[in-house]
């Protein structure tokens, strides 16, 4: 015989239900048995009826994470932290966090003086780490390059005065070959180029540009050195105006300013320069297109 599902219209049924489902409960029988012994497939009803019971031994798990949180708990009485607990068993912070906080602190180890100089010490080993890593990377990047030839010598320079240097406008026509920079690298590079393209060093004039509050002498010395001329042969250094409301970066011993490299007599020059600059910009459109 079909039975009725049980609800709000048949209070009798219902409690006729739960009595058998109770009985059979206390028998020893699973959720799933008394479903299939009652035919009910209603998990919410099943639940309702048996509310109240607990379920028979047999039917309960083991929870596999309490030797877990025996041994985290036993850790922590010996004064270990989560991360060493976390270390040892491999579990996560918030779990561990659950089973032991009840349990007091762990003594601190160290001092905070001596925390913080244990932090000093690891970052500077990581800073130590870092600087070593870049300077791998930069020395083979470095080796990659090798000589130079000519040619390219001239296309790096081309690129360099083209990004750097000063340049022709349609609202104010100035031929001239200015190139600043404060970049001793890049001077150098630039100076290359000038050789290579057979300017003469006595067509190059050299000019210090500095902020007023820096060592003016001793930057007029420092580029003097680099480009291999007389303190006195430089035309004179144009200083710059502090303005206190500025927070600058370019402070300190190694700020010296920027070096201007003027070549006369350059209008021939800097058209060549700039036709080779178009020349590169149609090559590199053309090797898009291949």
Known sequence: ????TPG???????EDLRRQAVALRREGLSLRQIRDRLKIHNNDLLNRLVKGEPPPDWTRRPNAKDDLRERARALRREGRTY??????????KS????????????????TPEEQRALMNEGRARMRSARDEERKQAKG???AEVGSLSPRELFLIGVGLY?????????????EDVLFVNSDPGMIRVYLAWLHLLGI???RIRYRVMIHATADIAGAERYWAGLVGTDVDRLQKTTVKKHNPKTVRKNVGEDYRGCLVIRVTKGADLYRRIEGAWYGIVGAAGSTDQD
């Not at 015989?1 to 009725?4: A, D, E, L, W």
Request: glycine share 4%.
């Open 8 to 14: 709000p219209d048949h209070p009798a049924d219902f």
């Open 162 to 174: 083209w990004a750097e240097g000063s340049k022709d406008k349609p609202y104010a026509r100035r």
């Open 83 to 92: 991360d060493q607990i976390q270390l040892e068993l491999g579990c996560s």
């Open 140 to 142: 083979r990047a470095a």
């Open 200 to 202: 003469t060093p006595a």
């Open 95 to 110: 779990s561990i966090s659950l089973w032991v906080r009840d349990l007091p602190k762990p003594e601190p180890r160290y």
């Open 1 to 4: 015989m079909s039975r009725t």
